[in-house]
């Protein structure tokens, strides 16, 4: 079985930086990974995702702002969040895919997940 774990969140005032990490373990094939967020009285949503081969995908909302990557040797998953808004105020998941499909935006197709880390923007 597969366990994420997020941290990384916090508070921050508007215009600021965090990076969010997810630590990956107990699995043994890639996958793919990606970003979601809750923000209040919202449903989830994709924020970005990276597949197995590198493919890196961004929610309008935060291209250009926000930058995902990965640590292979770490089993580690990134998500640096520059010039933050308090849009960006939200409960940010981990979310890893053992589908061999990667559609990053589903996230029915993320058969694992971090407990949440919250990102607060003032």
């Known amino acids: 079985d597969v366990q994420l774990v997020e941290s990384g969140g916090g508070s921050v005032q508007a215009g600021g930086s965090l990076r969010l990490s997810c630590v990956a373990s107990?699995?043994?094939?890639?996958?793919?990974m990606g970003w979601f967020r809750r923000l209040p009285g919202q449903e989830r949503e994709g924020v970005a995702a990276i597949a197995g081969d590198g493919r890196t995908d961004y929610a309008d909302s935060v291209k250009g702002r926000f930058t995902i990557s990965r640590d292979g040797a770490k089993n580690t998953m990134y998500l640096q969040m520059n010039s933050l808004k308090n849009e960006d105020t939200a409960m940010y998941f981990c979310?890893?895919?053992?589908?061999?499909?990667?559609?990053?935006?589903?996230?029915?197709?993320?058969?694992?997940w971090g407990q949440g880390t919250q990102v607060t923007v003032s």
């Open positions: 979310a890893a895919s053992t589908r061999n499909l990667w559609r990053p935006r589903v996230w029915n197709d993320y058969n694992y």
């Open positions: 107990g699995y043994t094939l890639p996958m793919n």
